[in-house]
Each structure stands twice: as C-alpha cells, then as structure tokens.
C-alpha cells in the first residue's frame, strides 16, 4: 500500500483524550466536503509505553520518556510520515524534547516535529503582538522546566505564574485519581472546574493579557475562546492549524 506524501503524525497517549483532541481539532479545521476530501494522518495512542512526563521532571521517576518517544517517532517516520506533533505540552521540556530529537538524528531521521511551545508563542506574536503579559496554566512538570517562561522571555514577553497554592489545584484538577481530568476525561468533573476556573480567574486578577491553557488536557475543561475579553490559547489548536499550513494550506478553514 502507498500512503498518502505529506502524511502527518499525532504522538497521542499522554493523556489518550488530548491526542484525540488533537486529531479532532485537525479535523475540524479541514475544508472538505467529502471524506477524500480530509487530510491524512496516523494517530499514535500507546500511554502504557510513555512514562509520565512531569514525574521524571520532578526526579520522581528515572526513566526519560524520551526513549519511547523517539521510538515511536521512528515507527511515524517508518510508515511515510513527513511531519508530526506531541499531544502533550510538557513532553517538550529540553531534558525529554531535545534527548527524543537527539536520539533520532544520531539515527538519522528527519521526520520534521514542531515544537508546540515554541509554536504558541509565534502565534501569540502573529495574532496579538499588543500582549505583553501572559499567563500560564500547566502542570508542576512545566513550571519546574521554565518550559513556557523560557520561551516566552526569549520573545520579549512576561510570563505569569500563578501562586503555588493555586499551582497544586491545577495539578489536581488534571491527576487527582478522584476527580481529575486524566481519570475522568470523558466528563470533566464539577471539581476539577472549579479548581481551574479559579486558576484562571487568579492569572486575570494578576494582569494576564492572554492565557495559555499549558497542558493538553486543560482545553478538554475549558471550552471558551475568551474570559471576560482575555484570550484563552490552545496549544492543540494551534499546532494543528500549523500541520495543515505545513502540509495542505488549502484545506485549511478557520473560522470567520
């Protein structure tokens, strides 16, 4: 069988619902009108095989989850794909990202990965170069990483991190084995909610300009393009209207 050329990849499973997520929203950003009409992609979701990202971040874990993502990047680039994405905005912190990508090169493989972090914030830049303060929700994984606080400093903007007290409910909200969203992601809990709407409600009373919802699983949560007037960001959003500017800028849709 001949696969399509481009052909793009989701490295999913970090949590399974953001990377079908991320497959929706390439979906949905597609003109089509017809099946034959959608852009080609393999969906990768193997979660047992990628170690948790914020865990190995916080020392707790030894194992870098580099290792299974560059084998699975090498299977992506195997079976055809010519770019490809992660599902997952911690993932890309140096000590996992830059060790997968190193991985790779040493075998030779250009498979062409975009690096969502760095894409959010030429977004920002490109659609609203009047921000100048961004607040960021992410996992303790993230902040311990500086992962959106490097970037966006590298750009001339200044990130804002919420209180540590307000840090542990965002945390919570995504892996409590009660109510977060990792556990429950089908149906966001009442709790799980709360908690981040009060994150977010934190990062505006702190002079927020916009608002980067820094883990996949948090736009599962939070449906809204804006709060009160302030921007709310979706890293997966962004990164799939980047794949098909990538590959078949004609079919990209976005809304008016």
């Not at 929203?25 to 003109?31: E, G, N």
């Amino acid at each position: 069988m001949t696969l399509p050329s481009p052909l793009i990849g989701i490295l999913g499973g970090m949590g399974p619902q953001a990377g079908l997520d991320l497959a929706e929203k390439l979906i949905s950003l597609t003109r089509a009108q017809g099946d034959q009409d959608h852009i080609p992609f393999i969906l990768f979701s193997l979660p047992e095989m990628v170690s948790d990202r914020t865990a190995f971040l916080l020392g707790r874990q030894a194992i870098n989850p580099a290792y299974a993502l560059a084998e699975q990047f090498e299977t992506m680039s195997s079976l055809g794909c010519t770019i490809a994405a992660m599902a997952c905005n911690t993932a890309h912190a140096g000590p996992i990202f830059d060790v997968a990508l190193g991985l790779l090169r040493g075998k030779g493989i250009e498979l062409r990965i975009l690096h969502m972090v760095k894409e959010t914030v030429a977004h920002i830049q490109a659609t609203c170069p009047q921000i100048r303060r961004v607040g960021i929700l992410a996992t303790h994984g993230a902040y311990q990483a500086g992962l959106y606080e490097q970037a966006l400093g590298q750009a001339g903007l200044e990130a804002i991190l919420p209180d540590p007290e307000i840090r542990e409910k965002i945390h919570e909200a995504i892996y409590s084995s009660v109510f977060g969203i990792k556990v429950c992601p089908g149906v966001v809990s009442a709790e799980a909610l709360r908690r981040i709407y009060s994150a977010i409600r934190h990062l505006l009373d702190l002079g927020a300009g916009a608002i980067i919802l820094g883990c996949t699983e948090l736009p599962l949560a939070v449906k809204e393009d804006r709060i009160d007037g302030i921007r709310m960001l979706d890293p997966a959003r962004i990164i799939a209207e980047k794949l098909i500017r990538e590959t078949y800028p004609d079919k990209l849709a976005l809304p008016d």
